[in-house]
Every structure is written in C-alpha cells, then in structure tokens.
C-alpha cells in the first residue's frame, strides 16, 4: 500500500535534509516522478537489475521514464 502524497513528500524531504545535512548520498527506491523531480538532483533509472541512465533530474525526460 503506498503512503499519502502528503505523507510521502514529507517523509521524503525529511529523509533528503537529513542527508544534506549530514553531507550523506540518500539513495531511495522512489516511484513517484513528482517526488524524485522536486526533491533530487540526480535520477537513475534501473530495468531488470541493468542501468538504464543516470542523469540529472532536469534531464531525465517521459521518453526515459516510458522506457523503464
């Protein structure tokens, strides 16, 4: 069952000024584009335990996300 929006996006900018607080890589398993384009800098993309891309959030288009 996923979390409220409201509650996801509070529970994910807690976790993300954690780390820059503590100078920390956060790495989360987030399936909300949304989240991932308001709160972090890079995106990885993974298919089937392979790399698909690792770009900057301002990069990362819907062509990307569809081919996930």
């Not at 949304?34 to 301002?58: C, E, P, T």
């Amino acid at each position: 069952r996923d979390a409220p929006p409201a509650r996801a996006e509070e529970v994910t900018a807690l976790l993300v000024g954690i780390a820059r607080e503590y100078a920390k890589t956060l790495v989360a398993s987030i399936h909300s584009v949304g989240l991932v384009r308001a709160h972090f800098r890079r995106v990885v993309g993974i298919r089937n335990g392979a790399l698909q891309f690792d770009v900057s959030a301002r990069e990362l288009t819907e062509g990307m996300l569809a081919a996930l």
